[in-house]
């Protein structure tokens, strides 16, 4: 069973930056990573994700947060840059065994406890 360890969330002003690690146990490196966040009383949403060389990002957060692994560390970042109000949630890692690319929540089987992001206007 997988194992992911999120760190770095906290509480920043509108504009700030922000970066997530998520260290992952258990799974090959060749597997996806991807970021989901949810905010109170809505659907856990994609945030990005990576395989590979491949990165696909949410609209909502295209040109403003980069998603990049480090292999050697089996750790997985977002650095979200521009930070909005609208950002505020808890923020997930998750991993799957295979390595295709899936916005949805349910192609992921291993996920992180979750890190809280709150960005204040």
């Known amino acids: 069973q997988a194992q992911l360890v999120e760190s770095g969330g906290g509480m920043v002003q509108a504009g700030e930056s922000l970066r997530l690690s998520c260290t992952v146990s258990?799974?090959?490196?060749?597997?996806?990573r991807a970021w989901f966040r949810q905010a109170p009383g809505m659907e856990r949403e994609f945030v990005a994700a990576?395989?590979?060389?491949?990165?696909v990002y949410a609209d909502s957060v295209k040109g403003r947060f980069t998603i990049s692994r480090d292999n050697t560390k089996n750790t997985v970042y977002l650095q979200m840059n521009s930070l909005k109000p609208e950002d505020t949630a808890v923020y997930y890692c998750?991993?799957?065994?295979?390595?295709?690319?899936?916005?949805?929540?349910?192609?992921?089987?291993?996920w992180g406890q979750g890190t809280q992001v709150t960005v204040s206007s």
């Open positions: 990576q395989s590979g060389g491949a990165k």
């Open positions: 998750a991993a799957d065994r295979d390595s295709r690319i899936w916005e949805l929540p349910g192609k992921y089987d291993s």
């Open positions: 258990g799974l090959t490196s060749g597997s996806v």
